[in-house]
């Protein structure tokens, strides 16, 4: 029996479920490094519209991405649930600006599907897939996809 329950272990990810304009979106929580609460963002020139600028974790100079920006999405007010998710991508650090955080999931294997084929007017690289969660569906990214076209203009996290 036990080793049912760890090939059923195996067989699933855990994902950081948050909003963006009322969707719900996940990201790998092996890739999640902590949550923050919004605080000063210092804007830097220069860089692509949703580089929203640099902020101070903890003596680190960390790049934020504005993921309402970087999906075209209307700006809003930062408010009392907007965070900061901040992740680590190919040796990078990087905030991660989203409306707020809802859950940690455990998404078994087979319950990932595949993203769906919007033909070549949908950009959907930085999908992994879609997966079902409180009866609606959910869309997994693909950190690094998402951030490839920026990640030459992320500058890199510094010590201060």
């Keep these: 029996m036990r080793a049912l329950a760890e090939n059923s272990v195996q067989e699933s990810r855990q994902f950081l479920t948050f909003l963006l304009n009322d969707q719900e979106y996940g990201l790998e929580i092996c890739k999640i490094r902590e949550i923050r609460g919004y605080a000063p963002i210092t804007p830097i020139p220069n860089v692509p519209p949703h580089v929203r600028g640099v902020m101070n974790l903890r003596g680190t100079i960390l790049p934020v991405i504005d993921l309402r920006m970087r999906f075209h999405l209307p700006a809003v007010e930062y408010n009392k649930f907007t965070v900061i998710v901040i992740a680590a991508i190919g040796g990078k650090t990087v905030g991660l600006l989203v409306d707020s955080v809802c859950d940690v999931l455990m998404v078994a294997h087979d319950a990932m599907r595949q993203a769906p084929d919007f033909g070549a ?40």
């Design 121 to 160: 007017t949908a950009d959907t690289r930085f999908m992994n897939g879609v997966f079902e969660s409180r009866e609606h569906l959910t869309v997994a990214l693909d950190l690094e996809e998402l951030l490839s076209d920026c990640a030459e203009a992320l500058p890199q996290s510094i010590a201060a």
